[in-house]
């Protein structure tokens, strides 16, 4: 059948089309569908904003789905300022829709205000998305060995608990990021030094037959973590995790480790996302 001749609409996707969806996602990308059942669940927990697909779009034909791109919207807190960004997700349209593709991905992209990033692009895909107006923000990561640095300032490190309370130096928005990423299964700690705290949320990443490392999921700024790099370090060794990547452009000074290139993340939109902050990302809420 040639595209001319088939039916399709593009419509938000509804609870009721999670079924058809996982099924879909797992022919086209293979991952089990309890991998998608568990990150669905996270999604429909959420908080997206009102007025914003709470999953994506799909598209379908004759009243099955064909096509579909997940979306994680989210409202987020930069320079004091509430801003809308959206994490894009899983993509994937069955062969013989391919040349429907680009309706989908225009109305994913639509919302003119609101800034998109991808963070788990293909090679393949990099001309795509720069071709589609997508910017680089971030090249590769840095994995540093957190617990050797030694000249890092003191601090005491705890994992975040729902008896936080909120004050100048911890915002009640930086109390909710923590315990929702808690609830993901990443380790939601804070910093205090002083009299001021610090966030800072980090994701476990097993791989096999490699030394089990936590992500840096999200800081208030990268500095943050470099400062209190040995505490952190210290911390996260005794649960296991020895190393911790970080999103950079480069090796990060006063860390010890090594950067690898050719990692990048893209973003499209009117707030550059900031090096260290992946909250309510795919890779959070899905475990890419």
């Known amino acids: 059948m040639s595209p001319p001749e088939l039916r399709t609409r593009r419509r938000q996707i509804g609870s009721a089309d999670i079924g058809a969806i996982i099924k879909l996602l797992t022919i086209g990308l293979r991952p089990t569908p309890d991998f998608w059942v568990r990150g669905f669940q996270r999604l429909s927990e959420h908080p997206t904003p009102p007025e914003y697909p709470k999953y994506g779009y799909l598209l379908e034909s004759q009243g099955t789905a064909v096509g579909v791109v997940l979306l994680i919207f989210s409202s987020i807190v930069v320079a004091g300022k509430a801003t ?14 391919r040349p429907y593709a680009a309706m989908l991905r225009s109305l994913a992209m639509r919302h003119k205000d609101v800034t998109y990033f991808n963070i788990t692009a293909d090679r393949p895909t990099w001309p795509i998305l720069e071709a589609q107006g997508f910017a680089r923000y971030c090249d590769g990561e840095f994995v540093a060995v957190p617990a050797l ?10 994992m975040a ?17 923590l315990l929702a ?12 030094s002083g009299s001021s705290r610090h966030p800072f949320v980090f994701l476990p990443v097993w791989e096999p037959l490699r030394v089990p490392k936590a992500h840096l999921a999200y800081c208030r700024d990268l500095e943050e973590f470099v400062r209190f790099a040995g505490p952190l370090g210290r911390f996260l060794a005794q649960r296991g995790f020895l190393l911790v990547s970080v999103d950079s452009n480069g090796p990060v ?32 809420i899905f475990g890419f």
Request: proline share 5%; net charge negative.
């Open 161 to 177: 608990t729902h008896d936080i309370s909120a004050s100048l130096d911890l915002q009640s928005s930086e109390i909710e990021l």
């Open 84 to 97: 809308i960004r959206c994490s894009t997700s899983s993509w994937y349209v069955e062969p013989a829709f």
């Open 149 to 158: 640095c030694t000249q890092s300032e003191r601090c005491r490190v705890e």
């Open 253 to 284: 000074k006063g860390l010890i480790g090594r950067y690898y290139d050719g990692l990048p993340k893209y973003f499209k939109g009117p707030d550059r996302p900031r090096i260290g902050d992946l909250a309510y990302s795919e890779r959070v």
């Open 181 to 192: 990423h808690a609830e993901y299964g990443c380790l939601s700690v804070i910093c205090s």
